[in-house]
């Protein structure tokens, strides 16, 4: 059982004396946590996920399954909970063991910390791999078959460690110890299509050619009729990746790039006539220009020239030329450019999978457990991008709301759970401000829909 708290006297005015005890066995802080379940039910998510771990424990002293324990996991992550000491205190919460698929009174509770660390460390790397296809194809079986145009947005970030963990290594453009996950995502709902967590050194482009080659493919098999937009930074600029896209275009058709450039002189000169006409109205504006130009460039190493837009800015700050190479040369430079730095998106959705869902603490000493726990975080991440589809038609400005803000206004929610031989009751606070929304979502969100 969980560790008994002394009670305190607060030092504060009231009419009458004031105590509080934390000895209220049936109360729940974590009432949100309804919502994750019913939208995992829809979305099969754990379940799928925990289909693909290998269980090698022997069958008869099995007390906690693998959908339990990940069910556990998920949830403790989009509630906040991202530490594994924290099950040592949440495993007997009864709305916790209600959910995943317990009894309140159950006196075995949930997984703790030390059991749950064994099952981060316990995968094969067969298994990692079959979990992180059915993360994947999570996402492309919920892709509508008709969509015209699906947007993959590209692009890696830092994760900092500490100690001896396995493939951690120092990398001189963030000047720190680190592992580079590589991420995508859905440009136009922001949905985490697929985390792959790779060494300290890494190139901002290592895997991702075989990364973009493995979803640009299925998402042609599932959406037939779509244009496939692969936009990201210079990082991605490199010539097996342009060859590898242009010859998925090729094969598959309606694949296409929108990619930064780094600058150089050649660039620099391709753009040097619009630059000058941007910084003669400039001193006539004295405000802000900014041009576009469209041109054929070719490195060194490309086998061919390629459309290149350039941005030419003056502002009082100095001339800010950026350049962008795509496939799609028959559309206005601005609109292809402003179609680009859209993908600036793409980093608020990295700062939310990291600061509120920790999704850069992973402090395993195993490569392999560190990457089964960014998939962890990228599944709660999942379910609370589900969560903001759900709210949107009742509440749209809570329904574009980071995961921090969802979190706080409407999971934390406290919550009195109580068994009889009948029922499970769960009483919610009449007076919590989302109650009304709270109770809209329980009733409206779907079943699982049958498989297509």
Known sequence: MTECIAPIEPKVSSQLPLFVEFDAPQISSDGGVLLLRQLDEQLGLTESLAACVSDGRAEHRVVHTRHEQLQQRVFQIALGWADCNDADWLRHDPLWKTVCGRTPEDTAGLSSQPTLSRFENSLSGRSLGHVLRQFERGYLDGLPRDRKTVILDIDSTDDPTHGAQQLSFFHGFFR??????LLVFDGETGELITAILRPGRAHASRGAKGVLRRLIRKIRRRCPEAQIVVRGDSGFCVPRILRELERLDEQLGGVDYLLGMAKN??????LDPTLQQARELFAQRQEKVVLFHSFHYAAGTWPHKRCMIGKAEVTVLGRNPRFVVTSLEDVDPEILYRTYCQRGECEGW??????ALAADRLSCSAFRANFFRLLLHAAAYRLLCALRRAIQPHSARLGRAQSDTLRLRLLKIA?????????????????????RLF???LATIPLRPAPT
């Not at 720190?176 to 996950?181: A, D, F, K, V």
């Open 415 to 435: 919550a009195i759970v109580t068994q009889s031989t009948r029922r499970i009751l769960i009483r919610l606070p009449r007076a919590h401000p989302q109650a």
């Open 350 to 355: 990295i700062k939310d999978l990291k600061n």
């Open 439 to 441: 109770r809209d979502l």
């Open 265 to 270: 002189s050649r660039l620099l000169h391709h």
């Open 176 to 181: 720190q110890h680190m592992y580079h996950p």
